[in-house]
């Protein structure tokens, strides 16, 4: 059964880059079907893509942000990764790992998120 | 403001159906699939419908999908008080190169 398990520090202070893994149990990365993604959910509001990356590197996010955002994947570890920089009160929110069923655009499963505040 | 967009709300009695609606463009609802989730509050997103109108195993058959043009609806028929949970949809988009979530909806019953 896959199993998608994120992790990373609950605070990271502003200014500063925000770090999380996705962990994927039950099956490789390795696939032509799928990428893998970020979505998130800040307090009281609705879901927010943020990126998606496959095992070969190829990305996709958000135009909102650019610059800011770094997607990696460790295929010896069977991870995927994200680093957001320069974080502020507005990145607060739980962050989710689900993977995504290429060309017809669904996130199933999901993981079950964590949440980064971010404050000094 | 999302490129899709939700009713903030809706409500009926249980028993009854409800259609909840994401209303798009030609570069996203219009040229690609549509897929739907159900968030209870303090829970993981769960995929109800994907492919507009496929059901994942396990989803009850009282959920149902469609998409016409720029739009597309969920319906859930003999609504239970189970069913209260908000409702996005989540296609792509091509002007914007990614993924587009709604607004989401919430769903009182």
């Known amino acids: 059964q896959l199993q998608l398990l994120e992790s990373g520090p609950g605070l990271v202070r502003p200014s500063e880059s925000l770090s999380l893994t996705c962990s994927v149990s039950g099956a490789s990365i390795i696939s032509d079907d799928y990428f893998w993604g970020w979505v998130r959910q800040a307090p009281g509001k609705g879901l927010q893509w943020i990126g998606l990356i496959n095992h070969s590197g190829t990305k996709y996010d958000d135009p909102s942000f650019r610059g800011r955002l770094t997607l990696s994947v460790d295929i010896s570890n069977n991870q995927v990764s994200l680093s957001l920089s320069s974080v502020t009160a507005a990145d607060t929110a739980r962050y989710y790992c689900?993977?995504?069923?290429?060309?017809?655009?669904?996130?199933?499963?999901w993981g079950q998120g964590t949440f980064v505040t971010v404050s000094s | 403001q999302s490129v899709l967009t939700q009713p903030p709300s809706v409500s009926a009695a249980p028993g009854q159906k409800v259609t909840i609606s994401c209303s798009g463009s030609t570069s996203n609802i219009g040229s690609k699939d549509v897929s739907w989730y159900q968030q209870v509050p303090g829970t993981v997103p769960r995929l109800v419908i994907y492919?507009?109108?496929k059901r994942p195993s396990g989803v009850p058959d009282r959920f149902s999908g469609s998409k016409s043009g720029t739009s597309a609806t969920l319906g859930i028929a003999g609504l239970q008080a189970g069913d209260e949970a908000n409702y996005y949809c989540l296609t792509w988009d091509n002007r914007r190169g990614g993924l587009v979530f709604g607004g989401g909806t919430t769903l009182t019953v």
């Open positions: 492919e507009n109108e």
């Open positions: 689900a993977r995504h069923r290429r060309l017809v655009d669904f996130f199933d499963p």
